[in-house]
């Protein structure tokens, strides 16, 4: 069974930074594109990062491009996201999530592609 367990979440002042962890269960880890979504109340789900087995290929959406980090361990099965220079509109909730099996080194962007997620983890920034 396929278990993903986002860790890390919480409430930041604007400007400040969180790091937001994933563990991987029941997966082969190594080649498995994952990918960080995020949900504000109201929206659709948005990509946020995906980053493909190998890290070879990563892409960012657009609002969050030099601020956020994404990276992976596949020694150990986890996956992080760096949040630095936070701002209000980054408050969702963050999404860990992985591809169905092996669909090579790619990285797509579309939540409809993302077989498994995780619970969520609220991420809250004030002004």
């Known amino acids: 069974q396929v278990q993903l367990v986002e860790s890390g979440g919480g409430l930041v002042q604007a400007g400040g930074s969180l790091r937001l962890s994933c563990a991987a269960f029941?997966?082969?880890?190594?080649?498995?594109?994952m990918g960080w979504f995020r949900q504000a109340p109201g929206k659709d789900h948005e990509m946020v990062a995906t980053?493909?087995?190998?890290?070879?290929?990563?892409y960012y959406t657009i609002s969050v491009k030099g601020r956020f980090t994404v990276s992976r361990d596949n020694a150990k099965n986890t996956m992080s996201l760096q949040m630095n220079s936070l701002k209000p509109e980054d408050t969702a909730v963050y999404y860990c999530?992985?591809?169905?099996?092996?669909?090579?080194?790619?990285?797509?962007?579309?939540?409809?592609?993302?077989?498994?997620w995780g619970q969520g983890t609220q991420v809250t920034v004030s002004s």
């Open positions: 029941g997966l082969t880890f190594n080649n498995r594109t």
């Open positions: 999530t992985a591809r169905g099996t092996d669909y090579g080194d790619d990285a797509p962007g579309s939540p409809t592609q993302y077989t498994y």
């Open positions: 980053i493909s087995p190998t890290g070879g290929s990563i």
